[in-house]
């Protein structure tokens, strides 16, 4: 898993929620505001929503109140976007899925199933050397998974970035 700098560690984690048009080229304009501020995101994830032709983007990023205000600021100048919302904290679901390939042997996949169980990750594939345990959960579930399957041996790993939405009934899609 990628190590976080002692400085971006001194700042909070921020998720902002973007609604955009569903247009070519609209993921570069994102990342290259973020690349002429010098802006460090720590992910981006662009999925479809459920309005046609509207996609939602999760960004985390590092970054104190005057850099939150200046990338919501520059996020509202691109045309294509129609909506910048800084989600809570305390009022957010946010979600990360991660899939790893965990080296076993005879006598350790029990084991290995077992640790997947109690994380609620499930086993999707297994070879003899070798299971893939895809999880999904808030980060520190993830770092705690990795962390006790380190022992059998990480073979190969991967994670997606967040994923996030507002609890209860309010949300960032405009009005029908």
Sequence with gaps: MATETDHAKDKPVNILSVLVQDVDGIISRVTSMFTRRSFNLVSLVSARTETEGINRITIVVHADEEKIEQITKQLNKIIQVIKVLRLDKETT??????????AVTNQTRPQVVDAAGIFRARVVDVAPGSVVIEATGAPGKLRALLDVLEPFGIKEMVQSGQVALSRGPKTLAPSH
């Design 93 to 102: 679901i946010a979600r990360a899925m991660m899939l790893v390939k965990v």
